[in-house]
C-alpha cells in the first residue's frame, strides 16, 4: 500500500482536484468562471515554460547524439510511426462517423437558421506560403512565441546539428543547453507543486461553462467520439505498448501514463503537457534522444485526437448539407481531409484550429458561415481529444524505440 502511495501520490491528488472541480463546476454553473484566473495562472506558468523546454530538449538531445547516422535514424523513423499511427485513428475515426448519423436533416435546418451571414472570406493563402509561415518566422523574436512552435522545433533541431558539426568548439556550449535544461526542468517541479490547485479551477471553469450547453446533435456527436477515444485510449495504445515491448511495455505504459493523461484531460493544450508527457516516456523506459526528440515534434506533427475530430467534423458537415460522399471515393476524400487539415491545427488550447476547420469546409464545398458549427464541435470534443494527441506521442515513443534500439530497449 505504501508503494502505490508513493508511486501515485501525485496522480491522485491531481485527479482528487480535477473531480472536486468538476463538481464544483456542475454545481456553481457559470458562477463557476470566478475561478478561472486561478486556472489560468497555472496555464500562463506552463506556457511560460514551454519555449524554453522545447528548444533546449530537442537542441541538447540532437547535440548529445555521438552517432551521425543515429540522428537521420530516429528522425527518419518518427516519421514512419506517425505516419503509420496517423492513418490508423483516421481509419477509427472513419469506423465510428461514417455509418452514424451524426445529425438529422431538421436538427441541421435549426442550427443553420442560428448561424449569422457573413460575406467575410477565410485568409487565402497558398499552400507554399502556409508551408513557409508554419516553419519559419521572419524576425528572431518570433521564435519566442509558443505560437510558433513548429519554427521553434525546426530552429532548435538546427541548432543541435551546428552543435555536433563545430566538434570541440562546440561542447560548451552543449554542456551550457545541458546545465539549462535542468535548471528548467527543476522550474517544472515547483509550478507542478500548484497544479492541483491550478487544474482543479481551470476544470471547475470549463465544466460550468460548456456542461449543459450542447444541442442534441451536438450531444450525439461528443458521446460517438467519446466512445471512439476511449477505445483507442485503452484498445489501440495498450497494443502499441504490446507491439513495442510485450507484457513489460503494457505494464509500464499504464504505470507511466496517468499524470500526463490528466494534464491533458485538464489543460485541452498538447503543449501544456509536453512537460508532464516527457517524464512519462522516460519513465516508460524511452531514450533521452528519442523521448526529447518525438514529444515535442508529436506535439505539431502527430495528434490521433484531432485527426479523429477532424473526421467527425467532416461527416457532420456531410449529414447536415446532405453531401454526395457515401461512396468508396467519398470515404477517400474524407480520409485524405481530414490528415491534411490535422496538419494545420495549432498545439494550443480551444480556438487553434480555425484554419483546419476552415480548409474542411472549404474542400467539402459547404458555405463559410458554416464555421461557427465546427467551432463548437471542436470545443466539445477538446478534452478527450488532447487526451489521445498528448497520449498517442507516449506509445508512439515505445514504438519508435522499439524500432532503433531493437526487441530488448525496455531492458536497457
Not at 484566473?37 to 500562463?44: A, R, V
Not at 552517432?67 to 514512419?80: A, C, E, H, N, Y
Not at 499511427?85 to 481509419?91: A, D, E, N, Q
Not at 551550457?176 to 507543486?193: A, F, G, N, P, Q
Amino acid at each position: 500500500m505504501k508503494t502505490f502511495l508513493k508511486n501515485y501520490k501525485q496522480t491522485l491528488i491531481l485527479l482528487a482536484a480535477i473531480i472536486i472541480g468538476a463538481i464544483a463546476g456542475l454545481i456553481l454553473g457559470e458562477k463557476a468562471t470566478v475561478l478561472s484566473p486561478l486556472g489560468d495562472l497555472f496555464i500562463n506558468l506552463m506556457f511560460i515554460i514551454i519555449v524554453p523546454l522545447v528548444f533546449l530538449t530537442i537542441s541538447t538531445s540532437i547535440s548529445k547524439i555521438t552517432q551521425p547516422k543515429r540522428v537521420g535514424k530516429i528522425l527518419g523513423t518518427i516519421v514512419l510511426v506517425f505516419v503509420i499511427t496517423s492513418l490508423v485513428s483516421v481509419l477509427i475515426g472513419l469506423a465510428f462517423a461514417y455509418p452514424i448519423r451524426l445529425v438529422e436533416v431538421e436538427d441541421g435546418q435549426a442550427i443553420l437558421a442560428g448561424l449569422e451571414e457573413t460575406d467575410a472570406e477565410a485568409e487565402k493563402l497558398s499552400i507554399l506560403d502556409r508551408t513557409v509561415s508554419v516553419l519559419t518566422v521572419s524576425d528572431f523574436s518570433g521564435l519566442f512565441s509558443k505560437n510558433n512552435i513548429v519554427a521553434i522545433i525546426v530552429f532548435a533541431l538546427l541548432f543541435g546539428c551546428a552543435i555536433r558539426m563545430s566538434g570541440e568548439k562546440g561542447k560548451r556550449t552543449q554542456e551550457l543547453l545541458e546545465s539549462l535544461t535542468e535548471v528548467i526542468m527543476s522550474v517544472l517541479k515547483l509550478v507542478m507543486y500548484y497544479a492541483p490547485i491550478g487544474l482543479g479551477c481551470y476544470f471547475a471553469a470549463l465544466i460550468g461553462t460548456f456542461g449543459a450547453s450542447i444541442a442534441v446533435g451536438y450531444l450525439k456527436t461528443f458521446v460517438i467520439y467519446t466512445i471512439a477515444c476511449v477505445i483507442c485510449y485503452f484498445g489501440v495504445y495498450t497494443l502499441y505498448a504490446f507491439i513495442a515491448a510485450g507484457k513489460t511495455g503494457v505494464k509500464r505504459y499504464w504505470s507511466s501514463i496517468i499524470p500526463a493523461t490528466v494534464t491533458a484531460l485538464a489543460t485541452c493544450s498538447s503543449a501544456a503537457s509536453i512537460p508532464v508527457n516527457l517524464q512519462a516516456a522516460k519513465k516508460i523506459g524511452v531514450s533521452d534522444d528519442i523521448a526529447e526528440t518525438l514529444i515535442p515534434l508529436g506535439t505539431s506533427f502527430h495528434k490521433d485526437g484531432s485527426i479523429i475530430g477532424s473526421v467527425f467534423k467532416a461527416m457532420f458537415l456531410v449529414y447536415l448539407f446532405g453531401l454526395d460522399l457515401m461512396n468508396p471515393a467519398g470515404f477517400v476524400k474524407i480520409l485524405l481531409i481530414s490528415v491534411f487539415a490535422t496538419l494545420l491545427v495549432t498545439a494550443v488550447p480551444i480556438g487553434g484550429g480555425t484554419i483546419s476547420e476552415t480548409l474542411i469546409i472549404t474542400m467539402l464545398g459547404c458555405p463559410l458561415s458554416a464555421l461557427p458549427i465546427l467551432t463548437i464541435i471542436a470545443t466539445i470534443i477538446d478534452a478527450p481529444a488532447t487526451v489521445l494527441n498528448v497520449v498517442g506521442d507516449s506509445a508512439s515513443s515505445m514504438l519508435a524505440a522499439r524500432i532503433i534500439d531493437g526487441k530488448d530497449w525496455i531492458k536497457e
